[in-house]
């Protein structure tokens, strides 16, 4: 390979919750000999692409950081992404806008369409930072449950959508595509079915694909390109965080192709007057999505589906008890422990704590509303990987 994923970085003292927050909280200091593998926080362990910060460092270069537009070369690299990676068809300048981050658009998005107390649609298991974000700006969450078919993939239940849609009066919708935590990569013809349901509700949908570019199986298919209707009752969300594990530079971008929807969110997104994009943020995109980008993130997801397919095999052949869906897209591992957890009458509290004693800093996964749920980043060094499930295998699972 071109690009060092296998690398074990020093993060601490580097501005890294995902090292800097162990041993804080309930993440109790691992034991004596068990150095921390941080599995936890959505944040890659891996060396961004190397085109970001030789981008940044050469803007640093100039002294002045002013006042400023974005440049065209930002708004046509995103354009030449979408279009090589995604099949985008149609997309111009007009049609993207900037957010501070992907749940900030998912915000202004809300306070654009509907009003705290109104009612909105989401699939449980359901990301935690839309619970968050829809809490506390007052929305009221109605799920519809995702469903494991007979092979372990989850799937949409179009007839329970349609029901809640109609019971609760919703017009506002929020898609996860892909999905997370459950790792789903949505095939087109499901979309389709969806925005159906949607449009026989006259439902706005607010789609999040900050995971789009982390295929591991199949294809990412824009919520928007699955029909003209979709294309104009869809705005769709996108970052380099995920991808490049920028998030602490701050920056995502919206694609909105319906001008009235798209005057309606750019008109809640200003009203704050925070929304204002960082220049470094912006010149970190435009190095992320240079040529080099493309083969670092093809590379990336060669190695995390190294470690997904290995994690996926070993829980299936040691972890008794303990069932997952093998994640087609993201970086996490969303694991039921139910049976495991009742066999050796234990709590999830007390597993996810010996996980932490091990050095295995794993995610409590029940804040996606999945009960004895426990949520696992992959993205780290596959030597990591292994070792992890050395020690949950050895001191937690068959101890």
């Known amino acids: 390979m071109k690009f060092d994923f296998t690398s074990i970085i020093e993060r601490r003292g580097h501005d890294a919750i995902a090292v800097d927050a162990i041993g804080t909280g309930n993440m109790v200091p691992a034991k004596e000999g068990f150095d921390p593998i941080p599995m936890w926080v959505a944040d890659m362990n891996f060396p961004t692409c190397p085109t970001i910060q030789e981008s940044i460092i050469e803007r640093v270069k100039h002294p002045t950081f002013g006042y400023y537009r974005p440049r065209d070369e930002y708004f046509n690299s995103i354009i030449e992404w979408q279009t090589k990676r995604n099949g985008v068809e149609g997309l111009t300048r007009e049609h993207i806008g ?52 007979e092979n372990g993939v989850w799937r949409m239940d179009y007839e329970d959508m349609d029901k809640k849609l109609k019971e609760n009066n919703i017009h506002v919708a929020i898609m996860c595509n892909p999905h997370n935590p459950c790792g789903r990569v949505w095939e087109k013809e499901e979309l389709l079915q969806a925005m159906e349901v949607y449009k026989a509700n006259d439902v706005f949908v607010i789609s999040d694909e900050i995971w789009s570019d982390i295929i591991l199986h199949g294809k990412h298919t824009p919520t928007q ?175």
């Open 225 to 399: 390109s699955v029909s003209e209707d979709a294309r104009n009752r869809t705005m769709a969300f996108y970052a380099t965080s995920k991808t490049f594990s920028l998030a602490g530079l701050i920056g995502s971008y919206q694609i909105i192709y319906n001008k009235y929807l798209r005057d309606l969110v750019n008109s809640a997104s200003s009203k704050t007057h925070y929304n204002s994009q960082n220049v470094l943020s912006m010149y970190a995109l435009i190095g992320a999505y240079k040529p080099e980008g493309h083969q670092w993130v093809d590379e990336l997801c060669e190695v995390l589906r190294t470690s997904c397919d290995y994690a996926y095999d070993f829980i299936n052949e040691h972890f008794e008890g303990v069932s997952l869906s093998k994640p087609e897209g993201t970086y996490m591992l969303y694991l039921d422990c139910h049976e495991w957890l009742e066999k050796h009458g234990i709590t999830c509290d007390e597993l996810i704590r010996k996980g932490y004693e091990v050095g295995v800093y794993w995610q409590d996964g029940r804040p996606f509303h999945q009960p004895d749920s426990i949520r696992m980043n992959l993205a780290v060094p596959y030597t990591r990987v292994v070792e992890a499930f050395d020690r949950l295998d050895k001191y937690v699972f068959n101890a």
């Open 98 to 149: 900037y957010q501070n981050g992907v749940l900030g658009g998912v915000a202004s998005a809300l306070r654009a369409l509907c009003q705290p107390g109104d009612p909105v649609l989401l699939h449980k298991p359901t990301y935690v930072g839309f619970t968050g974000t829809l809490t506390n700006a007052g929305y009221k969450i109605v799920h519809s449950d995702l469903k494991r078919d």
